[in-house]
């Protein structure tokens, strides 16, 4: 439960998918990214995915660590799944 926790919150799983699609990002970088978070949010999330061993900061700015990428590779199913329903949710709302 204590990961669902985590990734529930605002901007946590957004920053997690920017960071394994782009690889090593700077703070500023990453903000440019997620475009509306505020900079007290992201440090925040940043900070809990770091203590919660996700994502590290390296030379080249934060990036994920081989947990956060492997828990990336499980999302993806659930990706593909979310972008199918969409599409039968917009189909299903034609005229």
Known sequence: MALFDLLGRNWTMRILWELCHHGPCTFRELQGQCESVSPGVLNSRLKELRESQL???GA???QPTSMGRSLFELLLP???WSKRW???LARDQLP
């Open 55 to 57: 994502v590290e900061l």
């Open 60 to 62: 080249e700015g934060y």
């Open 78 to 80: 659930l990706d593909r």
């Open 86 to 88: 969409a599409t039968s």
